[in-house]
């Protein structure tokens, strides 16, 4: 298993929002679905352009580029024209912060 990295604050990331980091060398993005955190890898599985320019619809990150849809809490294709899934990272709420685990 990964170290755990330390990635922002807990108000960075306000609930409806994305936040684009680092865990290491990989781009990830921070989803606040109501509260609970997500994350799943900065990169859509269509054409590899980056999901933090999306937007969250509930737990549905909707890529900018062509319209592909994710649901954050697994990493599945929820809408075309992605059909392949996004990698998804575990997620910790500690008292200095959020921290995602790296691989
Ligand atoms: S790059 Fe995301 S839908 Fe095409």
């Given at each position: 298993m990964g170290e755990?990295?330390?990635v922002?604050?807990?108000?960075?990331?306000?609930?409806?929002?994305l936040r684009s980091v680092m865990v290491g060398s990989v781009p990830v993005v921070l989803c606040n679905v109501d509260g609970a955190l997500y994350a799943v890898e900065d990169r859509c599985s269509h054409e590899e352009l980056p999901?933090?320019?999306?937007?969250l619809e509930g737990p549905i990150l909707v890529c900018q580029y062509h319209g592909a849809r994710f649901d954050v809490t697994s990493g599945a294709p929820r809408g075309l024209?992605?059909?392949r899934p996004i990698r998804t990272f575990a997620v910790e709420i500690?008292?200095?912060?959020?921290y995602i685990q790296g691989t």
């Open positions: 755990w990295v330390r922002a604050a807990l108000e960075d990331c306000p609930p409806g929002s999901l933090s320019d999306g937007e024209p992605a059909v500690r008292d200095d912060g959020i």
